[in-house]
């Protein structure tokens, strides 16, 4: 059983020195920004005031004036556990908490206000209620695919009725399973899973991979069968590079069932997003953990990789949106911090 | 008609083209910067109200399920409560539980010299005088615990006997003995005077083995061996065989911990 951690709130703009420098671009211009966006998607013109307040930005932001800028709104779960209910009344902890019809109808609410949404889960779908003990997975893939996921990676728990169970339920999922790094070459999975998954929302590209944890000596060996464990450290770095250097994803995002952290070495979503370049979100899984708010950890190149968890069970449905700039001509990429806040 | 030399709107929609095709060119990938990001993250909670098609599909299945947790498997002759396995060194419940794991493990490694299948703690709620339901045993182990057979030095078995008579008895299966001063005494392991030189193959689950509720002596085994059986398949499977078998289950407390 996975220990429930619950991690204190950081603020993360004070804690990240790398963030810092951000201050120099003003704060007050990119909420304009942000206001602008919303608007602009709709009408495509923009009346005096916004024009005025455009004017008003600096030198620095002019490219603004030209360019467009792009919401992409990403919704994560992890460690489902087959939870098509909620929690019962029962005066447990969680009680009255979580539901898959509940999930969906906030789902359909944020796909109704936003243009470009992907919804992502981070792995252990099943497991965890009868629903999985006596139907496998159906009925979890079919809500899944009822909810619209845009893509899933593996936890450990989606192998408890061996490679051939998950492998028979993935009929009702009408999403794709990403796994980076589990070779499953030799087994019935071989044409079930990609290494990753390119997104084209609103002109941007938005690279997928999936990284799993080590499944020897917490799953049985005869459910994971041949599958071939690949180090998900060097595996998301190769992803990474490819995704985002030579296929050209704005953003580059790793599904997680590594866990969020560890007391001894072993690796987690923290050491891999320190280890690692290229990765802009990892949506973790695995640990259970509630993050009060996500965590931004400086990467091999200096830059930011946000690390997010929402708990298990579908008790708690995460957001994270990222604005984009368009550059009309060409564009130089000096790296620079981007503004981060913890409210939508 | 007259040919036009110079057609305005022709030539702004050619030139819209060519800017087009040019905007096009350079709106390759690195034509976007990351500029902001906002997050968030939402509680799923009764403020949200349900979608009725996620309901109308789960539906048919929750019902089948409703109906096969209701099932009646087999009888038990007495109410075995929670509280008494919480309080005192072995329990009604607590022994139960331990035999019916036991028993159903030795089925495919009869070579176990004792179990401790779950702490008190793991046992969740009372089983019911009477009917029993596969409902009753899913409240009773709602946990996925996989039984692992651990084979342990002397020694480190010593430190799991320490462990229990610590803290003051836990289910335990073909072990016997006496907690004076909150130390084991008067060991007997299926049969036998525990001998401390001995290694002994002892039935857990990953989860106790993990050093779950404080459990200590498993961290160096000498081997382990997973059984590919869960704990609650293995408490189903024994009330189902008993009840097949029409026989009523009646747990008794045996003495197998006493305290001084």
Not at chain 1, 229 to 252: F, R, T
Not at chain 1, 270 to 293: C, E, P, S, W, Y
């Amino acid at each position: 059983m996975e220990e429930l951690q619950r991690i204190k709130r950081r603020g993360f703009i004070t804690k990240s020195g790398l963030l810092a420098g951000s201050a120099a671009l003003s704060l007050s211009s990119f909420d304009a920004l942000g206001a602008f966006s919303a608007d602009h998607r709709k009408r495509n013109t923009l009346n005096a005031g916004e024009k005025d307040a455009l004017n008003r930005l600096g030198a620095d932001q002019q490219a603004l004036v030209n360019g467009e800028v792009v919401k992409l709104c990403i919704l994560h779960t992890n460690d489902v556990h087959s939870r098509i209910e909620p929690f019962a009344m029962d005066g447990s902890k969680y009680q009255g908490l979580g539901g898959t019809a509940r999930r969906a109808a906030l789902i359909g609410k944020i796909r109704a206000d936003e243009a470009n949404v992907l919804l992502l889960d981070a792995g252990d779908i099943f497991q965890g209620t009868p629903y999985f003990n006596l139907y496998g997975g159906e009925i979890e893939m079919k809500l899944m695919t009822l909810m619209a996921y845009d893509g899933a990676t593996m936890g450990n728990h989606d192998f408890d009725n061996g490679l051939e169970g998950f492998h028979k339920q993935l009929p009702h999922a009408k999403f794709p399973v990403i796994c980076s790094n589990y070779d499953f070459s030799n087994t019935v999975l071989s044409k079930s899973t990609v290494p990753f998954k390119v997104f084209h929302k609103g002109g941007l590209k938005i690279g997928v991979f999936g990284v799993g944890i080590e499944l020897k000596g917490i799953v049985d060996d005869k459910n994971y069968g041949d599958t071939v464990y690949i180090d998900p450290v060097s595996k998301a770095n190769e992803m990474a590079l490819l995704l985002k250097e030579e296929l050209k994803c704005n953003l580059v995002i790793c599904l997680s069932h590594l866990g969020y952290s560890y007391k001894n070495d072993k690796v987690s979503d923290k050491v891999l997003a320190a280890q690692t370049r290229n990765i802009d979100l990892i949506i973790g899984g695995h640990t259970h953990t509630f993050m009060d708010v996500p965590e931004d950890v400086m990467n091999l190149d200096g830059l930011v990789t946000t690390i997010n968890q929402v708990g298990f069970a579908g008790i708690n449905l995460g957001r994270v949106d990222y604005y984009f700039e368009r550059y009309k001509g060409k564009h130089v990429n000096t790296g620079s911090p981007y503004l981060i806040s913890n409210q939508v | 008609m007259p040919v036009q030399f110079y057609n305005p709107r022709r030539w702004f929609k050619q030139l819209s083209y060519l800017l087009l095709a040019v905007s096009l060119l350079c709106a390759c990938s690195s034509g976007y910067k990351l500029v902001k990001s906002g997050r968030t993250d939402y509680s799923i909670n009764k403020e949200i109200a349900a979608d009725s098609a996620i309901i109308k599909t789960y539906l048919p299945y929750k019902a089948k399920m409703d109906a096969e947790m209701n099932r009646v498997i087999g009888q038990s002759a007495i109410l075995m409560s929670k509280k008494s396995s919480d309080t005192l060194p072995e329990s009604l419940l607590s022994n139960f539980f331990a035999d019916a794991v036991i028993q159903q493990a030795l089925k495919i490694d009869p070579a176990i010299d004792f179990a401790m299948p779950s702490t008190k703690g793991g046992l969740r709620v009372d089983l019911p005088k009477g009917d029993i339901t596969v409902s009753n045993i899913f409240e009773l182990m709602p946990f996925e615990n996989q039984l692992i057979v651990f084979t342990l030095k002397g020694s480190d078995v010593q430190r799991l006997l320490d462990f229990i008579a610590a803290s003051n008895g836990q289910p335990v299966a073909q072990l016997k003995m006496k907690i004076s001063n909150k130390k084991p005494v008067d060991v007997w392991i299926n049969g036998e005077r525990f001998d401390v030189l001995k290694n002994y193959r002892v039935l857990t689950t990953d989860y106790i083995s993990g050093g779950g509720d404080n459990t200590q002596g498993f961290e160096n085994p000498v081997d382990k061996k997973m059984l590919d059986l869960k704990v609650r398949d293995a408490l189903l499977n024994f009330v189902k065989e008993a009840g097949t078998a029409g026989k009523v289950i009646c747990s008794k407390s045996d003495g197998r911990i006493t305290k001084d």
